[in-house]
C-alpha cells in the first residue's frame, strides 16, 4: 500500500516536472521565433543606414560626429553579435536615426532628394516593422519571464538552466522629443 502510494506520488511529480519543462521550453522557443523576426527587420535597418549616411553627409557636413557615431556602431559585422548586443546596439542606432531625422528638418533640398526620400520611405516601414515585432517579442518574453520567476516553475527552470530572457526596451534618448531647429 505505501509503496504504490509512493510510486503514485513520484509518477505525479514526474508528470508535473515535464509539463512544466516542456511548457518553459516551448516559451522560449516562441522568444527565439519572435526575435528571429525582430532580427529580419533589425538586418534590414542595419543595411539601410549606410546609404541613409552617404545622403545626408552630402548636404550635411558640418554633423560629421553624429555620423561618424553612427558608422562606429554599425562597424561591428552584425551576424557575430549575440542577441544582447543586437537589441543594446540597435536602441542606440535607433535613438540616433532620430537625431537624424531632425537634422534633416533643416535641409530643405535634402528633403526634396528623391533617394533619400525612397530611403526614409523604406526607413519608416521598417521602424513599424520593428515596432511591431518588438511589441510580439516583449510579449513572448513577458510570459516566458513570469514563469521562469513564478514558484514552483521557477525550481525546475532553475534545475534545467532556463533563464529569464532580455526585454527589448526603448533607451532614454528615444523617450525624449527630437526637436527640429530652424
Not at 114 to 139: C, F, P, Q, W
Request: hydrophobic share 40%; with cysteine.
Amino acid at each position: 500500500m505505501n509503496s504504490t502510494i509512493l510510486a503514485a506520488v513520484a509518477i505525479v511529480l514526474f508528470l508535473f516536472v515535464v509539463v512544466i519543462y516542456n511548457r518553459l521550453v516551448t516559451l522560449r522557443n516562441y522568444v527565439k521565433e519572435a526575435f528571429s523576426t525582430m532580427d529580419v527587420y533589425l538586418k534590414k535597418r542595419w543595411d539601410l543606414v549606410p546609404n541613409l549616411i552617404e545622403i545626408v553627409k552630402a548636404y550635411a557636413k558640418h554633423e560629421k560626429s553624429l555620423l561618424e557615431d553612427i558608422t562606429k556602431l554599425r562597424s561591428g559585422n552584425y551576424s557575430d553579435m549575440t542577441d544582447n548586443d543586437k537589441i543594446d546596439t540597435n536602441k542606440k542606432l535607433g535613438e540616433n536615426l532620430s537625431q537624424i531625422i531632425a537634422i534633416v528638418e533643416n535641409y530643405p533640398d535634402l528633403k526634396a532628394n528623391e533617394h533619400y526620400a525612397k530611403l526614409m520611405e523604406e526607413l519608416t516601414s521598417v521602424e513599424t516593422d520593428i515596432a511591431n515585432s518588438r511589441k510580439y517579442y516583449n510579449g513572448c518574453v513577458r510570459i516566458l519571464n513570469n514563469t521562469v520567476e513564478i514558484f514552483p516553475t521557477s525550481l525546475i527552470a532553475g534545475l534545467f538552466g532556463i533563464k529569464s530572457a532580455k526585454m527589448f526596451e526603448i533607451t532614454e534618448g528615444e523617450r525624449q522629443n527630437i526637436k527640429a531647429e530652424f
